[in-house]
């Protein structure tokens, strides 16, 4: 019964992430550009994995293994106190830490990444070295192209490291299209299973969802992977499902008040 | 007395692990050429086999030496850091992980193996990445003090090793000291530069000549000081590499006695934009692509 009614009750959670939302946007629209649609998307991702209460990241890992999408990390651990929230605005601006792609000189941050498909590799490194404690690590869907995240789904599954946890961000865009278009990923899930890997589905908007799968996987004895189905572009009418919203350049002040009016409203 | 870089290299990181339990091998596939084997079986849980994939293996020996290790990534020049160059520099340089990246098989020495085999842009790739070390050892006795000294910087760096077994030359007590540069020789009316065994077999040509020998084997950083001080007295300058005269080291000296204004002779000689060959001798393949002719 209680299961159900979860169904229909908003998870604490929401509200958070709507904030943030909001927080990213404003700091894209402030640095003039970034890289907003992915960030929509993987926003609730990284708020179930930091404030979901599975993790501890005094001791755990967090990889972003998809670098571009740096401004939804850094509105998170502004949140938290990482550093002062304040401080968003300057992102991407000359002499900030808070650079384009994510990097290690922000508080927080383990990796620095920008260059797709390494992440995993290198969360894969961390979890053989730190066998106790959990690492989680966040790549996209259209990062699984480059051949590097096979190679490294294949030595985690060799080493048996079942505290690393994949999360992948399946909106179905990136840069210059859909993924489908560019080049078709398959089947995510059975490619992962083949490989020896513990594979889950979830919505990645829902934290009710999120938060339990997320706790299961942490015990897990082979590594996980949750393919999380979000939308490219979450909460702004027309960024949803529209890839040019990949890297924004210059948002409009009028599409900047409506996508705030939208945020607040949805 | 003829002994193998690779070998002791192999030998030094096992010695080294008794004492040092922070030092890891992460290696993809080729245990037994860098003589792992020992190091392998007596460390099973510190020794990492990756397989044939180097970018991953970068990205793994990253990730380790976050946890506080100190990782050696073991491989062929050819293939590491050629196949996973972005991910050295970004996983290992620019989040500054405490890798070795050890690239075997550098130079046209790798002989019969031929071209895909002979590594002559390496020096080119890691000497022009920020936070990277390159070390470039001359023979077998260098090679383990610089394996000494690297498992203890905590920094990155590259290590060039070559394929064959070399003579150990050089009778002096050679110190590796990184940014260091060290006189192998005295003499007055010409200075040769160089790294890695090919300055071995100048050593012997030279030997009785008025001519001054320096061992840059500390690549990057480049002991400009030495440098300096030889080529300002001899007024004549010739670099020899078992490497692409392109991105060269040949060309960072240029640079700095263009720099400094130094007026001197300059002759820089390395391997002039080609691919290698096979052949049985390495020393045909130096006399064929490196132009040694008579000193």
């Known amino acids: 019964m209680i299961k159900m009614w979860n169904k229909f009750r908003k998870h604490p959670l929401e509200k958070v992430s709507k904030e943030l939302r909001l927080d990213l946007l404003e700091m894209i629209y402030a640095a003039g550009g970034g890289h907003i649609g992915g960030s929509l998307s993987s926003l609730d991702l990284m708020v ?77 490194g961390l979890a053989l070295g730190d066998k106790k404690r959990t690492v989680v690590c966040l790549t996209s869907d259209g990062e699984h192209q480059e051949g590097q995240i096979w190679e ?43 490989f020896g890997w513990t594979v889950k589905n979830v919505d990645g908007h829902n934290f009710w969802q999120l938060t339990k799968v997320l706790k299961k996987a942490k015990n897990d004895e082979y590594p996980t992977c949750i393919l999380a189905r979000t939308i490219f572009g979450k909460g702004v009418s027309f960024m949803q499902y529209d890839w040019r919203y990949h890297d924004v350049k210059k948002l409009e002040e009028r599409l900047y008040l409506r996508a705030k009016e939208e945020i607040k409203n949805g | ?77 050819c293939f590491s850091p050629a196949i996973n160059w972005a991910a050295i520099k970004q996983s290992i340089a620019y989040n500054k992980a405490d890798v070795k990246i ?30 990277m070390e390159v070390v470039a050892p001359i023979d077998a006795i260098e090679t383990e003090k610089a394996v000494r000294v690297l498992a203890n910087s905590r920094k990155p760096a590259y290590l060039r090793l070559v394929r064959p077994a070399t003579l ?9 000291v990184i940014g260091k540069s060290e006189v192998l020789k005295r003499g007055k009316k010409m200075t040769i ?23 840059c084997s500390s690549i990057k950083p480049l002991d400009e000081e030495t440098i300096l001080k030889s080529v300002k007295k001899t007024k004549n300058c010739l670099v020899i590499e078992d490497h692409q005269k392109n991105g060269g080291v ?18 820089h000689w390395g391997v002039e934009d080609k691919f290698g060959e096979s052949s049985r001798d390495y020393n045909e393949l130096w006399k064929k692509y490196i132009l040694v002719k008579s000193l």
């Open chain 1, 48 to 124: 179930a994995v930091y404030m979901g209460k599975a993790f501890d990241f005094k001791k755990d890992h967090f990889v972003l293994s998809a670098g571009h999408l740096a401004g939804a990390l850094y509105v998170v651990l502004a949140r938290l106190g990482y550093f002062p929230r304040s401080e968003l605005k300057n992102y991407s601006g000359l002499g900030s830490r808070l650079q384009g792609h994510v990097s290690i000189d922000v508080p927080g941050v383990e990796y620095s990444s920008g260059s797709l498909g390494q992440g995993l590799s290198f969360a894969s």
């Open chain 1, 152 to 194: 490294a789904a294949m030595l985690a599954s060799k080493y048996k490291l079942g505290n690393l946890i994949n999360i992948v961000d399946v909106n179905n865009y990136q840069i210059d299209g859909s993924t489908d278009e560019i080049m078709p990923l398959g089947k995510l899930g059975q490619k992962y299973i083949s």
């Open chain 2, 1 to 77: 007395m003829v002994r193998s870089m690779r070998q002791t290299f192999g030998e030094a990181v096992y010695k080294i692990a008794k004492n040092n339990p922070r030092i890891y091998v992460v290696n993809a596939d080729l245990k037994s050429s860098l003589f792992l084997n020992k190091f392998a079986r007596r460390y099973p849980k510190r020794f990492i086999e990756c397989g044939v994939a180097e970018q991953n293996a970068a990205g793994v020996a990253a990730g380790l030496a976050k946890t506080g290790k100190t990782v050696f990534l073991t491989s062929f020049a």
């Open chain 2, 102 to 131: 050890v690239g075997s098989h550098a130079g046209l020495m790798s002989g019969e193996l031929g071209a895909t085999h002979q590594m002559l842009e390496d020096v080119a790739l890691m000497r022009t990445m920020p936070n």
């Open chain 2, 168 to 176: 150990t030359w050089f009778p002096r007590k050679l110190s590796v």
């Open chain 2, 193 to 215: 530069l160089g790294y890695g065994p090919i300055l071995g077999m100048v050593w012997d040509k030279v030997k009785d000549k008025d001519i001054e020998l320096i061992n």
């Open chain 2, 250 to 267: 040949g060309e960072a000296i240029a640079s700095l006695i263009l720099r400094k204004g130094v007026k001197c002779k300059f002759k």
